[in-house]
């Protein structure tokens, strides 16, 4: 993943600087969606395990209370 976003970095310094070759901003376009792709991944699975306390003592999990959120009053 440190390689990546390392690439995913110069790039963007170089896209800034000189412009990118097609080749480039095809790696880059593609760097960039598997980036996405794991950032979400992770974000999925830390909300996976976190929970909502509410004030009148409910510990519902995140997915659940956001999905009922007017009945849960978020």
Known sequence: ????????????KKKREHGLTEEEQAEQKELYKKYLK?????????????????????VLPFKEAVKNKDKNNL
């Open 38 to 58: 794991n950032f979400r991944n992770n974000m999925e699975k830390q909300l996976d395990n976190t929970d909502v306390e509410f004030p009148d003592g409910r």
């Open 1 to 12: 993943m440190d390689d990546m976003i390392k690439r995913i970095n110069e790039l963007a």
